[in-house]
């Protein structure tokens, strides 16, 4: 996939801050997805704090949830944490795992926030942006916003306001279970991000991309501490 310039490897927090706010007007809030969306790459990242070590997993599924390919890289941590800034920690990594890749995906799914960020340019819309391929994220916990609580049954959902304005949704993916928080990262509509995740989730509560890529994740940081 053609990935531009990535402007991913600031040196302070203002330098980071200024970047998502120069990128963030580019954003694509509509659907540019293939209308049959078959191959779905998701991104995850695995850190040891002790060695200081991150590694970062891209894996694509196809429809029937099979392995395409898959990919990983283990580095140092390279930017200190910040709040609202941890995609400078894990995209320079995500995005070299993703140049790897043989094939372009019809969608990225990330472990993360889009726009529901304080700067409306969270993990998700980073990604999308500079890869151009439509990218949504979905989220354990709540980063920004309120809501009301979702119905018990899979599928229920309830937007996810931040200052008025719907950022994300509240989403019910199993009976039951913890919702998780879908937002818009690039070219992807709220709504159809909804249908997608859904449609990743047949049965956990998260996405199979999401899972397959945490564990390959946490596999090669295993390997990488231990050699």
């Known amino acids: 996939m053609d990935i531009v310039a990535a402007q991913d490897r600031p040196n302070t927090a203002a330098e980071a801050i200024g970047i998502q706010e120069s990128l963030r007007g580019l954003v694509d809030l509509e659907d540019r997805c293939p209308q049959e969306i078959v191959t779905v790459t998701g991104l995850d990242v695995a850190y040891d704090e ?50 790897a890749l043989e094939h372009t995906p019809d969608l990225l799914v990330c472990d993360g926030h889009g726009l529901a960020h304080p700067r409306r340019f969270g993990l998700a819309c980073h990604v999308g942006v500079v890869t151009g391929v439509p990218t949504l994220g979905v989220g354990k916990t709540r980063f920004i916003g309120e809501h009301g609580e979702p119905g018990r049954e899979r599928g229920a959902r309830e937007p996810l306001l931040d200052g008025g304005e719907v950022v994300g949704m509240v989403l019910r993916t199993q009976d ?52």
């Open 176 to 227: 039951a279970v913890k919702p998780v928080y879908v937002s818009v990262g690039h070219k992807i509509s709220l709504d159809n991000a909804c249908r997608q995740v859904l449609r990743l989730c047949p049965a956990f509560r998260q996405p199979e991309t999401t899972r397959h890529a945490d564990r390959l994740a946490r596999d090669a940081l295993k390997e990488a501490i231990a050699a």
């Open 50 to 99: 002790a060695s200081g070590l991150i590694a970062a997993a891209a894996v694509t599924l196809d429809a029937d949830f099979r392995v395409v390919e898959e990919r990983t890289v283990v580095s140092e941590v390279s930017f200190p944490y910040e709040p609202g800034l941890f995609a400078f920690r894990e995209l320079p990594l995500l995005l070299e795992a993703l140049r």
